[in-house]
């Protein structure tokens, strides 16, 4: 069941971010964290207007935030008219109750927010059922807040019993309707298996990485295709894959959803299916943004989330993207930045320790036949030692 928090036609809602720093977090953690929330905002269609933090043992189990942290939200949140409050962790049925019963506004969530975003990407049959999979199993733990307005009507005890009966009946309805949606799921799944069978004598690469790294730039590049690209979080939501033809040697390439830090484990679950080309692939090209300031921690991100799916054993090639838009760390801040060559980065500690590595623009098209050299030399490798009576031709 898709949800739209907004309408682009009527006009931007505004919104707050709420983030708390943890003893295992620092502040610039949070901070980045934050950013990435205001991106999923940006790229849902809403404007972040603040964000708000608080240093915290653990959340606070009714509201998450302090009262008086909550108070302070609230007055800005009245004072400015916010349409919305935007938490970075996944909030409880209660929190979300309590939370909105004192701010009197919409109150998301990391995990709503992403889905609200992943409905309205979502293109093919398997993807949109994968996308309501997630927003039903999100639901059902969430579905008595829906009912609270049966409190504020008078005679309320009279009304417990049309109350519960009713939540009742949503969750036999929504619990059949995940039954029905993981039967089509599995059946779209063999599906799938089938085309991948037919298809299994090609060598398989399979483009991953962070979110908005550049993976549907680079597949368009190699493949000469269209495939969707946009500066947003989630651009890539439907698996695509292309035969692609370097010197004469045939190989599918197929480009995949992007990755992201606190991603609900209910939506890994629900597009693993989607991610068989990962598990299924011989090659992966981990594409990574070097223009990002903390593009170290995304490629620990990805790195373990190949580990979640069974794929960190596999041959990968690292592609340093963007490399037009880096900007080194001055020590001393007043001397001028200099852009490194592609010779310095090749002697760099990114190429050592990530080896194969390549450096590239993907939108200035530098060093593309480099890349293109190092792509072919391995799928070659593989399809030689797949089929040897085949070497001569290439």
Known sequence: MKQKFYDTAEKQEKAVLVGIITPNETEEQEREYLEELEFLVDTAGGLTVKTFTQKMQRPERATFVGTGKLEEIKT??????????????????????????ELQVKILDRSN?????????????QAKAQVELAQLQYLLPRLTRLWTHL???????GMRGPGESQIETDRRLILNKISLLKEKLKHIDRQNETQRKNRVQLVRVALVGYTNVGKST?????????????????????????????????FLLSDTVGFIRKLPHHLIECFKSTLDEVREADVLIHVVDISHPNFEDQI??????????GAADKKIIT?????????PEN???????FAPTLEEFEQSWMARNNSPAIFISALKKENLEDF???LYERVKAIHTERYPYDQLLY
Do not use: C, W
Not at 222 to 250: G, H, Q, Y
Not at 300 to 309: F, Q, W
């Open 151 to 157: 409190e504020r009507q008078k005679g309320g005890i």
């Open 76 to 101: 800005y949140v009245v004072a400015e008219e916010i349409d919305m409050v935007v938490f970075d962790d996944e909030l409880t049925p209660s929190q979300i109750r309590n939370i909105e019963n």
């Open 331 to 337: 020590i001393n801040p007043e001397e001028p930045k």
């Open 218 to 250: 680079i597949m368009n590049m190699i493949s000469k295709s269209e495939v969707f690209a946009e500066n947003k979080l989630f651009a890539t939501l439907d698996t695509t894959v292309r035969k692609v033809v370097i010197e004469n040697l045939p």
């Open 372 to 374: 293109r050299k190092l």
């Open 300 to 309: 620990h991100t990805v790195t373990e989330t190949l580990k979640d799916l």
């Open 319 to 327: 592609v340093f993207n963007k490399i037009d838009a880096y900007s």
């Open 113 to 125: 927010l992403i889905l609200d975003i992943f409905a309205g990407r979502a293109q093919t049959a």
